[in-house]
């Protein structure tokens, strides 16, 4: 069973450099989860009737069986995360949201660099591996961290903007300097993905986004 597959990169290995290195995008995405979804549809392989799209096993991990709850959990929130990561990452970032977002965040965190700075603090003090979610939920956006692999939509929220914390993610280049990661961040987010995100959830609803898991 193959239901779940590896997405292509819309950008070469080498095109966040110098922020997000060659080494550590090969390794994260053709190594890390890569085994996250083969795990995932290995531990599925028994279980046809819960082979359904990612944002609805993740939405409804307390129906799973207790067998294989904790596999789920873990390998399609890695699988959902790091491909939902691959979106929102650009080589030339657009610098802000757009439009409707950009108010909204101004409205809620008071201006752009507030925003920058408590998604900063949140994604550095976060203990442990895990991940820094900015989340659409019933029409406001919210800052949380998560363990693990852990997505917001088990919790009933969108996601609009992540960054993974573990240190796979950045320890080669950065080691365990996580603020400069963190910082290094905010010159690669493809703002216009985040922003369409917004929007989407606005005209559809919290569980109608595609995850573009093509590939
Ligand atoms: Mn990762």
Redesign the pocket.
């Known amino acids: 069973m193959t239901l779940y597959k590896l997405p292509k990169l819309s950008f070469s290995y080498d095109a966040l450099e110098p922020f997000i290195d060659r080494k550590t995008m090969e390794v ?1 995405h053709d190594g ?2 890569k085994d996250y979804v083969t795990k995932l549809n290995k531990t599925l392989e028994e279980y046809p009737e819960f082979q359904k799209r990612i944002e609805e096993l993740l939405g409804g991990i307390e129906t799973l069986p207790s067998e294989v709850r904790t596999s789920v959990k873990n390998n399609a929130g890695g699988h959902a995360n ?1 491909s939902l990561f691959w979106t929102i990452l650009a080589p030339k970032s657009q610098g802000k949201p757009r439009n409707e977002l950009n108010e909204l965040i101004n409205k809620t965190f008071g201006n752009f660099s507030t925003f920058q700075e408590k998604f900063t603090s949140e994604a550095v003090e976060h203990f442990s591996n895990g991940w820094a979610w900015l989340c659409a939920h019933k029409g406001e956006v919210k800052l949380l961290a998560t363990k693990d692999h852990e997505s917001p939509i088990s919790h009933g929220m969108t996601p609009l903007l992540v960054l ?1 914390l ?1 240190e ?2 950045y320890y080669l280049k950065y080691q365990n300097r996580r603020a400069e990661y963190v910082q290094a961040f905010w010159n690669i987010i493809n703002w216009d993905e985040v922003s369409n995100r917004w929007q989407e959830f606005k005209m559809k609803g919290a569980t109608s986004r595609e995850w573009r898991m093509a590939g």
């Open positions: 994260h890390h989860h790091h993974d573990w796979h993610a």
